[in-house]
Each structure stands twice: as structure tokens, then as C-alpha cells.
């Protein structure tokens, strides 16, 4: 009789599973600090040197650049180097932009932004296909409580930023977030954390199976596209939305993004007991919604009182999809998602290049933030009517 799948010869002790956990995701963690980060410092990086909104949008441009030649590169490091080795190359690279953000140079600001854009698409990615594998059938779950973690560093982004910048040490919070980056990517250099055979998702493994429809890959390919842009939009441009007000909102703006990643936050924490009494897919049309209602009610208040409460809807609303997203696109590729990783994520990246970047071109153009967040507020539509396609 052949050995059972979870033989001890193929189990990690528990020691090592439990460091290689607590690594990854510390880095997550840092990764939320770090994708987030252009959100409560782009005022700060407009008044440095007097960008109208449009040339500040290229900073999320060059960002997901960056980010795209990442995600390029994921499926044949993953392949031919294995995670650790990826994930490691990945915060050296966050380590190194991070740094070099420090310039006092726009040319080389935006030049940083590539370079740490780079590293999020190789750890954003990687950590989320890496958690997919070592959970199996409970990754739905287990991918919420992952970003879950990404959301603390999210949320504690902008408290960092406005105490750095109004402490006098940005420079010195910059320097230790590329610190910490580098002792992550040591770590991971140092350490096996790739999934044992028995972590590996249950997979269709006949030939009639294998064949993923061109409706669903399409259909996924295009919402991960929407949900990206539009969580980016709002999050990247939230705090300048939030300082444009005219009133005390000017004095805490900083603080805007903190209220939108503190909804996603909590919504990810609720996530796996929603997910016991709801489908995957109830879930996502009704996060989406919540979003959408949300981020039309908020182009119209004109207090901070006010767009504190949708601000945090907001995020609520669209806590589970990515998540949710991810794990749709692990059940239906199975063990082939390290070789279609590339291509899927790939449109995350264009999603976060293209709809930040829009966002700042239409406010420029008509004189007024609001006109440039209906963006977003569109999305949200496009993905509630592209839901259907999606097969359960």
C-alpha cells in the first residue's frame, strides 16, 4: 500500500513552518506599508515640487511599471528559484527604492518608484499564491486573514507618515521601512518555505478538466483589472480629496487613508465567518455594492465628519474581493497558477497603472477631484455587471 499524502516525509516540523510564517507575514505587512505609501505622501511630494495632479498620477504610473515587470518575472522565478528566492529578490528591491525615494531629485523619486514597484509585484503576488498553496481547500479564508495582515500595514502607513512629517524624521522612517525590507529578504534567503506535497491546492487532475474556459479566464482577468484600479484610486487619492475640503479636514488629511484601510481592514478580519454562511460569490456582489453606494456618497459630502463614514464603507465594501479573486483563479488553475500567475496578475498591475493615473488626468482637466473619482465609482458597475459571467 503507498504511503497517505501527509507522510511525515513530506511535512515541515513545526518549528520551521512556524518561523517561515511569521516571516512571511511580516513581510506582508511591510508589503501594506509600502503599496500604500504613495497615498499619504503624494501632497507631501506636490507641494516638494509644485506638480499639478496629472504629473503627480505618474508617480502610481511608474509605481505598477515597476510592478508589471515584477509580476512578468514571478512565474519563472517561482519555477526555476522557488519562493523564498523570489520573495527575498523581491524586498531587496522594496529595500533599495525605498531608500532612494530619499532623493531630493523628482527624476530619481519617480525612478524609485519603479524600483520598489518591482519588488511589490514579485511579493504581492508571490506571497498570495504561496499562502493559496500551504492552505489547500481553506484558502479562501486563509488568503483573507493574509491580506488581513498586508491591512495592518496599510492602516498603519499614514499614522507613520504624518508622525514622520511632522516629527522631522521622513527621511529617517524611509531609511528604517528599507531596513526592515532588507532583513525580510535575508530571512527568506536563509530559510525553506516552500509548500510541502500535501499543501499543494486540490487541482483538477483529468484531461477534460484542465482546460479553463476563455469566459472565465476573461472574466477574472478583467475584474482583477476594475478591483485594482479602483482600490488604488481611492486610496491613492483619498488623502489630497480629503485636504482639497476646506475645512478642518485640512489639518488631518494625512489621516484619510488610515479610514479607508481601517475598513478594509475590518472587513478582511470578518471575512472567514462571513464566508461560513455565505458563497464566495454572495460575497463578492454584495462587497461590491457596498463599495459602489459608497464611493458615489462620497463625492458629494463636504465635511470630513461626512466622508469619514463613506470612506470606511468603502474599504469595508471592497475588503474580500481581492482575496476572493485570488482564490477563484487558484481553484480553477490548480497547480498550474505558478505558470498562469504572470498573465493573471498582470492585469492587476495595468489596472493600478492606468485608473490612479485617469483619475488625476480628469481632475486636471475639469478643475475638480470629485469629477475624477467617478472613475472608480464606474468600476465598481462594470465589475457588478461582469459578475454574472463568473461561474460559481
Not at 500535501?198 to 478538466?209: F, K, T
Amino acid at each position: 500500500m503507498s504511503p497517505p499524502m501527509n507522510d511525515s516525509r513530506h511535512e515541515r516540523p513545526a518549528g520551521p513552518r512556524r518561523a517561515a510564517n511569521i516571516v512571511v507575514y511580516a513581510g506582508f505587512v511591510l508589503a501594506g506599508i509600502v503599496t500604500t505609501l504613495l497615498g499619504p505622501i503624494l501632497p507631501i511630494l506636490i507641494a516638494r515640487w509644485a506638480m499639478s495632479d496629472e504629473h503627480a498620477g505618474l508617480f502610481f504610473t511608474m509605481q505598477f511599471i515597476g510592478n508589471i515587470a515584477g509580476i512578468l518575472s514571478l512565474s519563472v522565478l517561482i519555477t526555476r528559484r522557488g519562493y523564498g528566492t523570489t520573495l527575498a529578490i523581491g524586498f531587496t528591491f522594496i529595500a533599495v527604492g525605498i531608500a532612494t525615494l530619499n532623493s531630493g531629485s523628482e527624476l530619481a523619486a519617480l525612478g524609485a518608484a519603479v524600483l520598489y514597484g518591482y519588488g511589490l509585484g514579485l511579493t504581492l503576488s508571490g506571497t498570495n499564491l504561496w499562502v493559496a498553496e500551504v492552505a489547500g481547500p481553506n484558502r479562501a479564508s486563509a488568503l483573507n486573514i493574509a491580506n488581513f495582515a498586508w491591512g495592518i500595514g496599510a492602516i498603519a502607513c499614514p499614522g507613520l507618515v504624518l508622525l514622520a512629517y511632522r516629527g522631522g524624521w521622513f527621511s529617517i522612517f524611509l531609511f528604517g521601512v528599507a531596513g526592515f525590507a532588507a532583513l525580510i529578504a535575508a530571512s527568506l534567503a536563509l530559510m525553506d518555505i516552500e509548500p510541502r506535497s500535501q499543501e499543494i491546492p486540490d487541482a483538477p487532475v483529468s484531461g477534460a478538466n484542465l482546460k479553463v474556459p476563455i469566459q472565465i479566464v476573461s472574466v477574472l482577468a478583467a475584474l482583477i483589472f476594475l478591483y485594482i484600479g479602483t482600490e488604488t484610486s481611492l486610496s491613492g487619492w483619498i488623502a489630497a480629496f480629503a485636504k482639497r475640503m476646506g475645512t478642518s479636514a485640512a489639518s488631518r488629511w494625512e489621516l484619510a487613508p488610515m479610514l479607508f484601510w481601517a475598513g478594509i481592514l475590518s472587513g478582511r478580519g470578518l471575512a472567514p465567518l462571513i464566508l461560513r454562511r455565505m458563497r464566495e460569490k454572495s460575497v463578492l456582489l454584495g462587497g461590491i455594492l457596498v463599495a459602489g453606494i459608497c464611493n458615489g456618497a462620497l463625492l458629494w459630502v463636504s465635511t470630513f465628519r461626512e466622508a469619514a463614514v463613506w470612506i470606511i464603507l468603502s474599504g469595508f465594501g471592497l475588503a474580500s474581493i481581492y482575496p476572493l479573486l485570488v482564490a477563484s483563479l487558484v481553484r480553477h488553475f490548480g497547480e498550474r497558477m505558478k505558470g498562469a500567475a504572470s498573465g493573471m496578475f498582470l492585469f492587476a498591475a495595468f489596472g493600478g497603472a492606468t485608473m490612479p493615473w485617469a483619475v488625476g488626468f480628469v481632475s486636471t482637466q475639469t478643475g475638480n477631484l470629485r469629477a475624477g473619482l467617478v472613475l472608480p465609482l464606474v468600476s465598481c458597475f462594470v465589475m457588478i455587471g461582469l459578475l454574472p459571467l463568473l461561474a460559481d
